[in-house]
Every structure is written in C-alpha cells, then in structure tokens.
C-alpha cells in the first residue's frame, strides 16, 4: 500500500473528529444550495464507457479510389447511448440533484471552529492563528464542508511546511544522534527504525543502549538491532550510561561506523538526576569527538496530546533538542498536537510514526498530514 493512503486510513481517528465536527457546523445554521463550480467532487468511479467506433481512415491520396459498390449495405448503426444525456450528462445529473450545504462564514461559526481545532488538540494560539487566516477574505461568503476542509488543510500545511526536515547528514564519522524522550514514547522503537532505514541506505549502524537501569529495555533494544541487523552496545544493569556512551563512541570510530544513536533513560520523575545523566553523556562523548551529539532527537508520543507540548519544553532544558520524531499517530484522534508543536516551536520535525512495524516510520510530508488530518481527499 502506497504511504499516503496508509497514513491517510491511519490517521482516521483524527480526521473522522475533524471531518464530523465540522460537517455538525456548517449543517448548524447552514443551508443547501447547488454544488460549488469551482471546487469539483472528488473523482468518480472509473465507469465502463461504451466503445467508440474507429473513425474511419482517411484514404492515402497514392491509393486509387475504392470502387463504389453498385448495392452497398446499410450502414451499421450507431453505437447505442444508453440515454440522451451520455455518460457525462448523467454524472453532471447527479450534481444537480446532489445539494451541498454552505454555511455563511460569521463570528459563530468562526469560533465553532476555533473550539473545534482546540477539541483537536491543535492547542489555543494555532487554533486562532488557523481560523482566523481561514476568515481573512471570506467573511461573510457561503462555504461547504469540503470548502473549510480545503482552507483547514491548506493552513495546516503552511505551518508545517518550515518543520518538514528529515534529520541532517552531516560528513562527520560516526555521526553520533543521541536519542531521547519519556519512558515509553517509542524510543527503542524509533532507534530501531532508523537504524533499519539507514542501514538500508547503506550506512553502517551501531546502537548503543544507554537506558542501563532498565533490562528489559536493553533487551528490547536487542531485539530491534537484531531486526535491523545492527549491532548493539550494552552495559550490565546499573553501570554509567556515560561511560557505555564513550566506549561505544571509540568503538564505532575505530570501526568506521556512520552512525552511531544512544537510547538514554526517559525517567522525568526525578529531572536533576536525568538532567545530570544527558549532560554527563554529552560531556563525556565530547571527549572522543567534541563536536558530538551531531544531532538530539526528541521521540514524542502522539497520544499524549497537549503533553507533548510540556514534554518539548521540559526536554529542552535538559538537552540541546535539534529535532522530533512523532511517534503513535496512527490510531490516536490527537494528531492535531503536531500542528501546535510546529507552530510553538519550530523545531524540525524528521520523521513521523504510524505502527509498531520496522517500516513503519515516515519522513513527515506537510501536505500529506494535512489531507490526512481534515480528511480532505486528495
Ligand atoms: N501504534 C504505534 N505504536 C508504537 C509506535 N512507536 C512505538 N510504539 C509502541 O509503543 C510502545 C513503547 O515503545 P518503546 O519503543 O519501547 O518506547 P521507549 O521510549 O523506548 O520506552 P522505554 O523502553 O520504556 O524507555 C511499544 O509497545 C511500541 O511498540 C508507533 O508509531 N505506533
């Protein structure tokens, strides 16, 4: 199945929020009127369309002309339309008869869909900001479902468009990504992910399992570098996740390793010691190659909502986030809090995740989301 169409079904809960809220508005003080000229139903069906007769070949002028038979036979006759309208008259029937609802854009309606996109998770300021660059130019017109669908979408893919980065390559070897976020937002899963895409690209890979407080965290980590193919660093349970760090930082050096991504602990319960614990880790790799981590990926959990918003700020004072990863959007009606991330932040959004397979990590494309959101068809 083609990405956009399994992001688009994935997706769903969020967009069936978005779509029956704003059916329920616009059908709240609207009314029917014909079908809008300018923005066409989505395609119909292929239909089967009746044969066409060849048009007759026109005669080579070197030929000699046929001779004219003396009793020639009737000519077929023509190929039978169905009825008098032909296959595009009954489809342009069908509009006629299908009545479309508009409501008029007002200060009602405005702030139903502010409250909508709020319901959204979309977040305050960008549910403003949205609805009030979808008003700009049209209060007062009539618009259908499908009309605010296009506008929401449109809107949606204007502030992700500056997000939409995949995570920088840079010439640096091992290029070293260090990999955080709360316990149980899809790190591992995401590290396993990458690492199974890069390798693909081929890269060489080497993992390094920086949780050391938690075995079955190591294990699981295991477990994706095995599925990866990639090899994984541990340390027994309890040791410095610093010192791992630095060992697997020279081992991937001498190795000629491409890339290297530490998993660190997502415990916020006590922020001094993990605030302590990414900045002994940063400081101690800079010792191999003080330019490292290359790059601070953050992996956020989608259905946490609004949460991830404070989990941006709070991991922002604990490390230098240079990016995100989106994880869990499919199956969560909560994939509007990425709108809100991108325009409170501003970060660079690399990847998103849509399922719990190896393949299941995408670069984030602003005008899919944004279809796939307001469950515009495309
Ligand atoms: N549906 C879905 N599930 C995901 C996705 N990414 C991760 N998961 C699941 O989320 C759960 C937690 O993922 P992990 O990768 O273990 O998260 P973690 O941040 O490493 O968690 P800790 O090991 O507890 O620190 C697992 O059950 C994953 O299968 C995703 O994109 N979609």
Same mark, same amino acid.
């Given at each position: 199945?083609?990405?956009?169409?399994?992001?688009?079904?994935?997706?769903?809960?969020?967009?069936?929020?978005?779509?029956?809220?704003? !059916?329920?508005?616009?059908?709240?003080?609207?009314?029917?009127?014909?079908?809008?000229?300018?923005?066409?139903?989505?395609?119909?069906?292929?239909?089967?369309?009746?044969?066409?007769?060849?048009?007759?070949?026109?005669?080579?002028?070197?030929?000699?002309?046929?001779?004219?038979?003396?009793?020639?036979?009737?000519?077929?006759?023509?190929?039978?339309?169905? !009825?008098?309208?032909?296959?595009?008259?009954?489809?342009?029937?069908?509009?006629?008869?299908?009545?479309?609802?508009?409501?008029?854009?007002?200060?009602?309606?405005?702030?139903?869909?502010? /409250?909508?996109?709020?319901?959204?998770?979309?977040?305050?300021? =960008?549910?403003?900001?949205?609805?009030?660059?979808?008003?700009? $130019?049209? #209060?007062?017109?009539?618009?259908?479902?499908? /009309?605010?669908?296009?506008?929401?979408? *449109?809107?949606?893919?204007?502030?992700?468009?500056?997000?939409?980065?995949?995570?920088?390559?840079?010439?640096?070897?091992?290029?070293?990504?260090?990999?955080?976020?709360?316990?149980?937002?899809?790190?591992?899963?995401?590290?396993?992910?990458?690492?199974?895409? #890069?390798? +693909?690209?081929?890269?060489?890979?080497?993992?390094?399992?920086?949780? =050391?407080?938690?075995?079955?965290?190591?294990?699981?980590? *295991?477990?994706?570098?095995?599925?990866?193919?990639?090899?994984?660093?541990? +340390?027994?349970?309890?040791?410095?996740?610093?010192?791992?760090?630095?060992?697997?930082?020279?081992?991937?050096?001498? /190795?000629?390793?491409?890339?290297?991504?530490?998993?660190?602990?997502?415990?916020?319960?006590?922020?001094?010691?993990?605030?302590?614990?990414?900045?002994?880790?940063?400081?101690?790799?800079?010792?191999?190659?003080?330019?490292?981590?290359?790059?601070?990926?953050?992996?956020?959990?989608?259905?946490?909502?609004?949460?991830?918003?404070?989990?941006?700020?709070?991991?922002?004072?604990?490390?230098?986030?240079?990016?995100?990863?989106?994880?869990?959007? !499919? $199956?969560?009606?909560?994939?509007?809090?990425?709108? +809100?991330?991108?325009?409170?932040?501003?970060?660079?959004?690399?990847?998103?995740?849509?399922?719990?397979?190896?393949?299941?990590? +995408?670069?984030? !494309?602003?005008?899919?989301?944004?279809?796939?959101?307001?469950?515009?068809?495309?």
């Amino acid at each position: 199945m083609a990405f956009f169409s399994k992001l688009k079904d994935k997706l769903f809960k969020s967009s069936s929020r978005l779509e029956e809220g704003l !059916d329920a508005i616009v059908e709240d003080g609207g009314e029917e009127t014909t079908p809008d000229p300018v923005i066409p139903d989505p395609e119909p069906e292929p239909q089967p369309v009746p044969e066409v007769p060849e048009p007759a070949p026109v005669p080579q002028p070197a030929e000699p002309p046929a001779p004219i038979p003396a009793d020639p036979t009737p000519a077929p006759p023509p190929p039978e339309v169905p !009825d008098s309208k032909g296959l595009l008259g009954r489809l342009f029937t069908r509009n006629e008869d299908r009545m479309v609802v508009r409501r008029t854009l007002d200060d009602d309606m405005l702030e139903q869909l502010e /409250e909508l996109l709020i319901a959204s998770d979309m977040g305050v300021d =960008t549910a403003l900001r949205v609805t009030s660059n979808i008003a700009e $130019g049209r #209060f007062g017109r009539k618009l259908s479902t499908q /009309e605010i669908k296009q506008l929401l979408a *449109q809107e949606v893919a204007r502030v992700m468009d500056p997000v939409a980065k995949p995570m920088p390559i840079y010439p640096k070897r091992p290029q070293v990504v260090l990999v955080v976020g709360v316990n149980g937002s899809g790190k591992t899963t995401t590290i396993g992910k990458l690492a199974s895409q #890069f390798k +693909a690209a081929g890269k060489k890979v080497v993992i390094a399992a920086g949780d =050391t407080f938690r075995a079955a965290a190591v294990e699981q980590l *295991q477990v994706w570098g095995d599925r990866a193919g990639v090899p994984v660093l541990t +340390a027994p349970e309890g040791s410095d996740p610093a010192s791992l760090a630095f060992d697997a930082l020279t081992k991937a050096q001498n /190795e000629g390793a491409d890339l290297l991504m530490i998993d660190t602990a997502g415990r916020l319960q006590n922020r001094a010691d993990l605030m302590e614990e990414l900045a002994k880790i940063v400081r101690v790799i800079r010792k191999v190659d003080d330019t490292a981590p290359h790059n601070t990926l953050l992996v956020l959990d989608a259905t946490t909502g609004q949460n991830a918003l404070s989990q941006v700020e709070t991991f922002r004072n604990l490390a230098d986030v240079s990016g995100l990863v989106m994880t869990k959007l !499919d $199956g969560t009606a909560k994939g509007g809090v990425l709108v +809100a991330l991108a325009d409170k932040f501003g970060l660079p959004i690399h990847a998103i995740g849509v399922g719990e397979q190896i393949d299941d990590l +995408a670069p984030f !494309d602003p005008e899919e989301f944004a279809a796939a959101l307001t469950g515009l068809q495309t």
